[in-house]
């Protein structure tokens, strides 16, 4: 398109006009897409297709020319080294790949390939450059948390000259099969073989090699995404090499071709999910082409897509390179550490009817293509054999969802931006005025004197700390945004100690790099320097970013990082970074260190102040979740970004990052109506919710609205504010072992095929409230997928649905009115009476739902703490497992725990005198239908008020028992007959 438009402008202006017409009329979003590599464009991408293409077509003869040398293989302490050679040319040139399988205590395995001429720093780099000579080693560093202790009784099971079978994991039910001819890796379970490493043979390690100079073929220009050779004595294509251009900019190779690439196979399995963030459907498409397919690889490299298209493979601000394949008896995992740009291909196909194939025969397999510029093979395989298991043990490797304040899963009102002191306090008078709850107010760029973070624009903003406390007065909090690029300007402080103490990121040439960003010209901070981070901690103090106080937190943005003139509106590439990693490298993760160092920071603002911090991200990497909330970046007011955020969050919550949201309204443009009504209903079961808006839109704050969407707006705030308990709780269960905060179908019935597409309806942690948002323009009713036999009740009207498994069920919804239904056998915790803010429900009574099964049980939990330390990593919380068995319902500490009052803290104190209120029982059976029941607590029994309501017109008979008068950390029983 742009070179299009370019010719056009130089014929005449008649030309030129039309062009630019026809620029205009074209969705902005084709425009956008060619200003970001299609993978035949980048080199290294092109490359490896264009291998497994001739893989492919030589499908019989073709070997892949990595093998293990056969006498090199050491087995000790569950761990097996061997030296893998690749066979380079017709003369038997070959180089040398040391490989590792780690067998680790969680039943994951580790495969690592590096090469052994650069572990020697034995090469020899281009242009003089100052760059490591290795293969980049260290991105374990910043992702891996634990989990990597080595299983030592793992065994030889077989060991020949062919190959070595290595029995692993808990019961030794898993089995590593290496074979050595070529090279391949086969994981088994139970016999089975689930997971299969370079069957196909596209295991492709770019070894080191010099250049060599040739001249140049006459006539022949450098076309866009080539460098400047052709091809190399073996054929091989070399065009991009030794250097490759883009959209105007070339990318200097100090060290050559040196991609890694790897073909995993899935037996057996027909979905795969994961790999965030694309736009695309959660359970992810084929790529390479056909009916319902891409034809681009899905592409992970960390970028600031202005406009992004929907239902695209295309990369977008983060990336997380973990996938699990699920099918109806079983779940596996892979997770590809690697931090440099990274594309996937996946096809699928039946597998060839082979007797000897356990079973398998004639069903379909995926099989995936990994293809990364640079760094080190890593790869975990994860064997499940559950999607709670592969979570489990994802988030072992990399880390479980902070635990975080409580008030960043209230509402949060943004635009771009509030302008000044008053704006903002008049919006929060507002909010009140109309009763609307809300917890935060968020400041965008311009409440920075020209856009240099950490000062304030003092004609708009001349009293922050006077907003803070009237914010504070409600309980509520600040968020300021903090970028990575720093205005490069004399008389500018923070310029001036990054740059005089060598902090930023340097350029090729090792000076600092300069770009362009929202300041103009500016650094960026390089936060894989140690003395960055630390320097960083220190504008954060209170006393440093005057106007901050305690109910200030912070929003990282820009950080891909975002360069306005850089190639594909980022980083050279051959940036170098602190211990002269190339940007290459380290792309990806590049925004995990910043988050990182604000995360910090934020932890030591003050010295004993010990905060949970909050930090918002738009990029991020594996392991992010152990920082902050991550939302989907510049989304657009449409219907099809409304419905495009559904699969979006749950392919975050599955893979490791459940805090996420959308921007609720649409960020560019002004949405309708009817559709900011059914974006704040979808976003009240996001598990970050934040209305925000471009700085062109209009202004859009819930009040505004006018009725009845001002009412429709609020009611579905009070609902996310009603279930704060039980969200909070939904966090914990993220916080322990990793599971979503909102759960796809597949998750939660693993066994039901009929759901494993299903990416448009959500259960919200374990309380059993399934939704399923409208997405649609004038839609009012929708078909909610019904997963199993149980019984689900309406929300709202109790009403029981004519349902069963496998079903779909059309529930109406009139623009006032969210599909969501409670299933049976769930009890969920509430906080009904309605406030400003969450932290003024802190310490509310609480209301307990218990939605009966067909079985006439019920189980449910309850977590909270004090929202804001990290006292409750020291036992100070409450977590209470709640019961309904036969005619009793109960509260026990879910942990086994007995709290003796000594040991508590003041927040644990405080809730001494906090109650159940009511306990409402839908599904009550008609022997429960009496006066008074009986509780028993702390040793005394006392007697309860009941109201009973008879089933009526599919309505589900109903009991409301109280007000109880329990407190929520003892205890407690009620006798219901
Ligand atoms: C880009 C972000 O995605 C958007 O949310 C923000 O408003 C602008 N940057 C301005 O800071």
Redesign the pocket.
């Known amino acids: 398109m742009r070179s299009t438009l370019g010719l056009s402008c130089n014929w005449t202006a008649l030309l030129y006009f039309a062009a630019v017409l026809v620029c205009l009329l074209q969705p902005a979003a084709s425009v956008k897409e060619h200003d970001f590599k299609k993978c035949h464009q980048s080199g290294f991408c092109k490359r490896n297709r264009a291998y497994a293409d001739d893989a492919a077509s030589q499908s019989s003869t073709w070997s892949s020319p990595y093998q293990v040398i056969s006498d090199s293989p050491s087995f000790k302490d569950g761990q097996l080294h061997a030296m893998i050679l690749k066979t380079i040319n017709a003369n038997s040139d070959t180089a040398r790949f040391p490989v590792t399988v780690s067998f680790l205590k969680s039943g994951a395995a580790r495969v690592t390939v590096d090469e052994e001429r650069r572990q020697k720093k034995d090469i020899k780099l281009r242009h003089n450059s100052p760059v490591r000579k290795e293969r980049y080693n260290e991105a374990e560093n910043w992702v891996i948390v634990g989990g990597l202790d080595l299983d030592k009784e793992a065994q030889v099971a077989f060991w020949d000259k062919s190959q070595v079978n290595i029995k692993y994991g808990p019961d030794s039910k898993l089995e590593a099969v290496v074979k050595f001819s070529p090279f391949e890796v086969d994981f088994r379970r139970d016999g089975a073989t689930h997971i299969k490493l370079n069957d196909r043979g596209l295991l492709n390690m770019e070894h080191w090699r010099p250049k060599v100079e040739k001249e140049k073929v006459e006539g022949r220009e450098t076309q866009e995404g080539e460098g400047d050779n052709g091809e190399d004595d073996n054929g091989e294509d070399e065009s991009t090499w030794w250097d490759e251009t883009f959209g105007g900019n070339t990318d200097s190779k100090p060290r050559g071709p040196e991609s890694v690439a790897l073909d995993i196979s899935f037996v057996g399995y027909d979905h795969v999910y994961g790999i965030p963030e694309h736009t695309g459907p959660m359970s992810l498409r084929q790529t390479r082409g056909g009916e319902g397919s891409y034809e681009e690889p899905y592409r992970m490299y960390n970028s ?1 897509v202005f406009e992004y298209v929907l239902d695209s493979p295309m990369t977008l ?1 983060g990336s997380i390179p973990f996938m699990q394949a699920h099918r109806k008896d079983s779940s596996v995992g892979v997770f590809w550490l690697n931090a440099a740009e990274t594309w996937v291909d996946i096809v699928k196909g039946k597998d060839s009817v082979n007797p000897l194939s356990l079973g398998l025969g004639g069903k379909t397999s995926t099989h995936t293509h990994w293809i990364s510029e640079s760094g080190i093979l890593d790869a975990f395989v994860l064997m499940g054999p559950t999607p709670r298991d592969l979570t489990k043990t994802y988030g072992e490797l990399t880390g479980y969802t902070a635990m975080p304040q409580e008030f960043a899963i209230g509402y949060h009102q ?4 509030y302008i000044s002191d008053d704006d903002v306090r008049d919006v929060d008078r507002k909010m009140d005025k109309f009763k609307i709850p809300y917890d935060v107010i968020w400041l ?2 311009e409440y920075t004197d020209d856009r240099k973070y950490f000062t304030w624009e003092q004609h708009s903003f001349p009293d922050p700390i006077g907003t803070g406390k009237q914010l504070e007065s409600h309980g509520r909090k600040l968020v300021v ?1 903090i ?1 990575p690029h720093i205005k490069k300007i004399d008389g500018y402080s923070v310029s001036k100690e990054m740059t005089s103490q060598d902090l930023a990121v340097h350029n090729k040439d090792d000076e600092i790099y300069e770009g362009w960003c ?1 300041p103009g010209s500016s650094n960026w901070i390089d936060c894989f320097n140690p003395k960055a981070s630390e320097w960083w901690k220190t504008l954060y103090k209170y006393d440093s970013f005057k106007g901050t106080m305690e109910n200030t937190f912070l929003w990282n ?2 950080n891909e990082p ?1 360069v306005f003139n850089g190639p594909e509106t980022t980083m050279p590439k051959d940036n170098i970074h602190h211990g002269h990693w190339e940007h290459r490298d380290i792309h990806n993760l590049n925004r995990l260190t910043f988050h990182n160092a604000t995360f910090e920071a934020l932890v030591t603002r003050k010295k004993g102040e010990l905060r949970r911090p909050f930090v918002l991200t ?1 990029s991020f990497y594996a392991g992010s979740q152990r920082l902050g909330a991550m ?1 989907t ?2 989304n657009q007011a449409s219907w099809d970004h409304l419905a495009a955020s559904i699969p979006m969050i749950l392919n975050q919550g599955i893979s490791g990052y459940p805090f996420a949201g959308a ?1 609720v309204g649409g ?1 560019f443009g002004n949405p309708e109506k009817d559709l900011m009504a059914r974006w704040y209903q979808a976003g009240a079961f996001y598990p970050f919710f934040r209305g ?1 808006a ?2 062109d839109s209009r202004r859009r704050e819930p009040y505004l609205l006018g009725e009845p969407y001002t009412g429709i707006l609020t009611a579905a705030l009070r609902l996310r504010y009603s279930l704060l308990p039980s969200w909070y709780t939904a966090f914990f269960h993220a916080n322990r072992d990793g599971s979503p905060i909102v759960r796809p179908m597949f998750w939660t019935h693993p066994t039901e095929e009929g759901g494993f597409a299903i990416e448009n309806q959500m259960f919200v942690g374990s309380t059993g409230l399934l939704v399923k948002p409208i997405v649609e323009q004038d839609k009012e009713s929708t078909d909610i997928w019904i997963p199993d036999d149980e019984v689900y009740y309406d929300y709202s009207t109790y009403q029981v649905q004519n349902t069963h498994k496998g079903k779909h069920l059309t529930v109406k919804a009139a623009i006032d009115q969210i599909p969501l239904l409670m299933r049976g056998g769930h009890i969920f915790p509430r906080r009904d009476i309605p406030r400003r803010s969450s932290a003024m429900m802190r310490f509310d009574d609480y209301t307990l739902v218990v939605a009966v099964s067909k079985g006439g049980a019920a189980e449910g939990e309850l977590y909270a703490d004090d929202g804001d330390t990290f006292n409750h990593e020291k036992g100070q919380y409450i977590y209470r497992k709640l019961t309904l068995a036969g005619n009793k319902l109960s509260s026990t500490d879910a942990d086994g725990r007995d709290i003796k009052l000594t040991e508590a803290g003041s927040w644990l104190k405080a809730m001494r005198e906090v109650y159940v209120d009511r306990v409402i029982i839908v599904g009550a059976p008609a022997a429960w239908n009496q006066k008074q029941v009986q509780i028993e607590s702390e040793e005394r029994t006392w007697s309860v008020k009941v109201e009973y309501h008879a089933a009526k017109k599919g309505r589900a008979a109903f009991a409301v028992v109280g007000r109880v008068g329990a407190r929520i950390g003892e205890d407690w029983s009620i006798k219901l007959a």
């Open positions: 600031d601000y943004c635009r771009w931006n965008d760029i945004i970028d929202w943005d820009m975002s738009r939302w970046g510049d921007d960020f925000h471009h700085i």
